[in-house]
């Protein structure tokens, strides 16, 4: 199973950027996806998951409102906008893939992904 994040980068406060994760080897369809972030010094926190129909998603309090995940399975594709970033946002963000219904639990993922950079300066 692969997990290839990409779409990382620099942006300035109040920017957006779209990050997204291009899953091989897995009947991803049968997956619910996850994004996850880390900060430097910080753990690893969840940031949005999305069900494998796509109908349906959640969201962390500090991302509500302005990042929104989308996936297409079609394509085998999951996908993160983040809009109105702020420096807080600064992390490794990385997808993760899931058949458990427990989708906020970082425990609960079976495959995880290289993680893309984000930085928002100020």
């Known amino acids: 199973v692969q997990l290839q994040a990409s779409g990382g980068g620099l942006v300035q406060a109040g920017g957006s950027l779209s990050v997204s994760c291009a899953a091989s080897?897995?009947?991803?369809?049968?997956?619910?996806m996850g994004w996850f972030r880390q900060a430097p010094g910080k753990e690893r926190e969840f940031v949005a998951a999305?069900?494998?129909?796509?109908?349906?998603?959640a969201y962390a309090d500090s991302v509500k409102g302005r990042f929104t995940i989308s996936r297409n399975n079609a394509k085998n594709v999951v996908g993160l906008q983040m809009n109105s970033l702020g420096v807080e946002d600064t992390a490794v963000y990385y997808c993760?893939?899931?058949?458990?219904?427990?989708?906020?639990?970082?425990?609960?993922?079976?495959?995880w992904g290289q993680g893309t950079q984000v930085t928002v300066s100020s």
């Open positions: 993760a893939a899931t058949k458990s219904i427990q989708w906020t639990t970082m425990g609960q993922y079976n495959y």
């Open positions: 080897g897995l009947t991803f369809s049968t997956y619910n």
């Open positions: 999305i069900r494998r129909s796509g109908l349906g998603s």
